[in-house]
Structures are given as structure tokens and as C-alpha cells.
């Protein structure tokens, strides 16, 4: 299900879909998923959106990456296959997370077709 979510505290739709699928994956605040992510992308010499920094502070913090299985064909088909569980989900132009069958965004993306995703892992 489509649950509205926006992390910006200024309430601003700026191309952050990154730092907001962050902020819901780990519970944190839109500034602190934003300063991390904006130091590794300075070390790396990469923006702090680009998909090589999202993936690697996914899987330093816990997640691993998969491929989207082939019967998935949206967002909302993955979320509703997906009950449990917190992902981060990658359509190639748009970061998602969804957690426990919801998925997370400032707008409706669920007819968007993801290509691959990572998942929280537990202990």
C-alpha cells in the first residue's frame, strides 16, 4: 500500500528520493542519512545519490542486494508480495523503500517497474 512520506523537513520535493528511501529504511532523519551520505560520496569522489554510494552504505549497514525476480512487474506488486521485511527498491531513475508491505514515497510511484532491490537483513 502507498503510504504518503516526505523526510525533507522543509517539506521540499528536491530529487532526494535516495535520502528519503534511507530515511524510512533505517528510521533516521532526512539530515543524517543526507551528511552520511554526502561524506562517502566526497571520499569516493561521486555524488552522495548515485546508485555505487546508496548500494554501499546499504550493504555497510546490513542489507544485501538482490535482482528483482521475474514476476515482479511494480513497486506495488513487490509490496504486496512483500509483507515483511524492509527493502530499498531501485527503478534505475527512482529509489523506494518499503517496509512490512508498504511502500514509501511523495507520490504514488507503485506502477513503477523496479530492477533490483536490497533487503534488510536479519539477525
Known sequence: ???????????????DCV????SVAFN???????????MMGYFAYNMPNANAIMAE???????????MPEH??????FAD??????????????????VNGNYYDTSDSGREIPIYYFRKEVA
Open 72 to 77: 515482479v512487474l511494480s513497486i506495488k506488486d
Open 81 to 98: 508480495s512483500h509483507p515483511y521485511g524492509t527493502y530499498v527498491l531501485a527503478t534505475g531513475f527512482h529509489v523506494v523503500a518499503v
Open 28 to 38: 533516521d532523519t532526512w539530515r543524517h542519512i543526507y551528511a552520511d551520505l554526502t
Open 19 to 22: 535520502v528519503r528511501a534511507l
Open 1 to 15: 500500500m502507498f503510504v504518503y512520506f516526505n523526510a525533507n523537513d522543509a517539506g521540499r520535493l528536491v530529487g
Open 57 to 67: 552504505y546499504l550493504m555497510l549497514n546490513g542489507f544485501s542486494y538482490h535482482d
